[in-house]
């Protein structure tokens, strides 16, 4: 047989492997037996053992599997990795504490201990390990569901693989932040911008073996799961992490008192200059694990910790124009093109200017000279003018008064709840009425909280508009990949893990799925409030039938400004053909409904009064947690009306004319034994 013949037939077989091997290994899908592999790489075997010119770098023998994707795999955290909430004041911590001592009913001269922990400015990661084996490795990811880089990880000197301690918990995510100490980042400076981003490029390399020429440290300070921890205080938890081989920060410290936390994080930002790896401020965590439980947690962060950010960096530059960018809820936001500044390792362009009330107040023109201040993670925004060197040339900024994007009329709307015209002007259209704001609805259903689509970003998302692949949220999933394959930057590959992507997303809670719609006041926490309402799609879809915008009034949580959002939402056609073919197309799940046995199963439950010894919140979480429901208003859906000291007259008399059981606060804790 000649050569030719003889290499176009390998070179067949070998393409046929490879394509196997990426959907086994990249996709999760086997296309042919196993029997029927071996098969093919034997006969690739005995090929390449007859014939030496056949061979070369993708060489069956040379090959063990498949490259991993432009993704890693993803796995579910057995316990969410949630974010924190931002202090940057002493009052932002007062009211933290504040808050803590209400949901917990306890007076101001209660003393809190908490664990003050130096937040380390790197990438967070959950390492899991089964009877002291260090077994998988995760990304944070969305919080719910990270990326799988265990090997990765495994390549990290100081995370200990196995721990022979007899007191380490059988089954435990030990959960910490992987970073690059600065004097170490000094021979890295010209492949990355700071010790963060070198962090992540190098945690996020194809192959382990690159990973492991990175200096990466590992330093532990939370858990997730666990089976098997005996300690009761995390001030406990950080010793013994030292004891089973851990690298904790040197820094932490138990601390009681605001004005004690204070003090303390004066004296580590003094110190900050001096470490040798990035801070970005203090987290302070209730110390005491029996009452960080009872706090519990608050959409996607704990009630019983808070991120103390350090002072902002700030730089000067020049406006060297405003433009008018619009959100999802037709909101328009200023933004400055400022003279391109370094700000704390970042490169910044632009700042938001927030609304028209603020360039007003701020007497903010197009050429002056102003302080920019870029605030931990927060949006860089223009601080001050300098009047001094404001020029001649200095223009002001007329604010819009019709849409730039679809030329409606703009108006600042009365809001009903403070009385006042509010801050922001918005265009006037309606939903996807109006371009613009359709390309950012289209953006927030994909984006991290809602549909969280791989590959689908914003970019994507406007590439695809323009050329009117999408125009709405069904389209998505309605794409024509053929079209897109023949694009500019794609192909057949980046195609399919577009598809597949798409595909696994198909399948959404229904949490998930409200919040994705983008419904004006409608945040995340609302969406867990409103799916627990309706519990299935159906019902909620049906609000543009039944019309009981007022029963809504009846969740806790759910106010005025809230049911008005879903009464202009469901009387717009265009938002309900959109509701319809979602629901043809996805599988939307149920709410969960926990305990649905419990002790108030079927019961509603309203307080007026001031209780004892527990928080309104508290008795809430406990209703809840026992199958009852929490109402906001009396009606004749509510069973009891729970009475404190100094309750509302009114409450009292409505509910007695509907003739509503009206018990006491131990009369409530008597019905949960």
């Known amino acids: 047989m000649k050569k030719s013949l003889i290499k176009q037939k390998y070179y067949q077989k070998l393409n046929l492997l490879h394509k196997y091997n990426k959907k086994y290994y990249d996709d999760n899908f086997s296309e042919i037996t196993d029997a029927e592999y071996d098969l093919l790489k034997k006969e690739l075997l005995e090929i390449e053992k007859k014939y030496n010119f056949v061979k070369n770098k993708n060489s069956a023998s040379k090959h063990i599997g498949y490259k991993p994707s432009k993704n890693f795999k993803k796995a579910l955290h057995k316990v969410p990795m949630l974010s924190l909430a931002n202090a940057f004041t002493e009052d932002d911590l007062l009211n933290f504490e504040k808050k803590i001592l209400n949901f917990l009913s306890k007076d101001k001269n209660y003393k809190i201990s908490y664990s003050a922990e130096p937040k380390i400015d790197g990438i967070s990661a959950s390492l899991t390990y089964k009877n002291g084996i260090f077994v998988k490795g995760l990304s944070r990811g969305d919080g719910k569901e990270g990326e799988d880089i265990t090997k990765n990880l495994a390549t990290i000197k100081n995370i200990p693989k196995k721990i022979l301690n007899k007191d380490f918990p059988k089954d435990i995510d030990v959960r910490g932040e992987v970073f690059i100490q600065n004097s170490d980042f000094d021979n890295l400076k010209e492949k990355f911008a700071n010790p963060r981003n070198a962090a992540s490029g190098s945690l996020r390399q194809k192959n382990p073996d690159d990973t492991k020429k990175i200096p990466l440290n590992f330093i532990a300070y939370t858990f997730g799961f666990e089976k098997g921890l005996k300690q009761k205080k995390q001030s406990d938890y950080l010793k013994k992490l030292a004891e089973w081989g851990f690298k904790t920060n040197p820094l932490n410290k138990t601390i009681s008192g605001i004005k004690n936390l204070i003090q303390n994080y004066n004296e580590v930002e003094q110190q900050r200059a001096n470490l040798d790896f990035d801070i970005d401020g203090i987290v302070y965590k209730i110390n005491d694990f029996e009452l960080q439980k009872r706090l519990g947690n608050v959409a996607n962060a704990p009630r019983w910790a808070i991120a103390h950010k350090f002072s902002s960096n700030k730089a000067i530059s020049k406006i060297l124009g405003i433009d008018i960018q619009i959100g999802r809820t037709g909101a328009l936001t200023p933004v ?16 938001t200017l927030h609304n028209e009330d603020e360039i007003v107040r701020k007497d903010i023109r197009i050429d002056d000279t102003v302080t920019v201040e870029r605030a931990g993670d927060v949006i860089p925004h223009i601080l001050s003018v300098d009047l001094k060197k404001r020029s001649k040339k200095s223009t002001k900024f007329i604010f819009p008064n019709k849409c730039p ?44 909280e809602a549909f969280n689509i791989d590959g689908l970003g914003k970019k994507i998302i406007e590439g695809f508009w323009k050329l009117k692949l999408i ?33 696994q997303k198909k399948n959404i809670s229904l949490e998930r799925f409200i919040f994705a719609l983008g419904i004006r006041h409608i945040g995340l926490e609302n969406a867990k409030l409103l799916s627990k309402h309706f519990i299935t799609f159906l019902k909620f879809q049906n609000l543009s039938k039944t019309k009981n915008y007022d029963d809504l009034l009846n969740i806790d949580g759910i106010g005025e400004t809230q049911a008005s959002s879903l009464k202009i939402f469901f009387s717009n056609e265009i938002n309900l053909k959109v509701l319809d073919e979602l629901g043809k197309i996805l599988i939307i799940n149920d709410a969960a409904v926990t305990n649905q046995d419990g002790l108030l199963k079927n019961k509603s439950f309203l307080i007026t009064g001031k209780l004892h010894g527990i928080s309104r919140a508290e008795v809430k979480s406990l209703i809840e947690e026992n199958s009852g429901i929490t109402v906001s208003i009396v009606s004749k859906k509510l069973n009891y009306l729970i009475v404190g000291d100094k309750p509302t007259r009114r409450k009292i008399d409505s509910a007695k004319e509907l003739k509503i059981k009206i018990i006491s606060q131990d009369d409530f804790l008597k019905m949960l034994n």
Not at 340 to 347: K, R, S, T
Not at 490 to 499: H, R
Request: hydrophobic share 35%; with cysteine; charged share 30%.
């Open 405 to 448: 994007f679809c030329g409606s009329k703009t108006i600042k709307e009365f809001n009903k709840v403070t009385k006042r015209i509010d801050a922001v002007r918005r265009c006037s259209s309606e939903d996807y009425y109006c371009d613009k704001i359709s390309v950012e609805k289209l953006k927030h259903f994909v984006s991290k």
């Open 471 to 503: 125009k709405f949220p069904q389209d998505i999933f309605k794409l024509d990949y053929k079209k897109i394959e023949k694009l500019e930057g794609w192909g057949s590959l980046s195609v399919e893990n577009l598809k597949y992507s798409i595909n």
């Open 336 to 351: 400055a093109k400022i003279k391109p500044v370094n700000i704390g390792g970042v490169l910044v362009s632009n700042a």
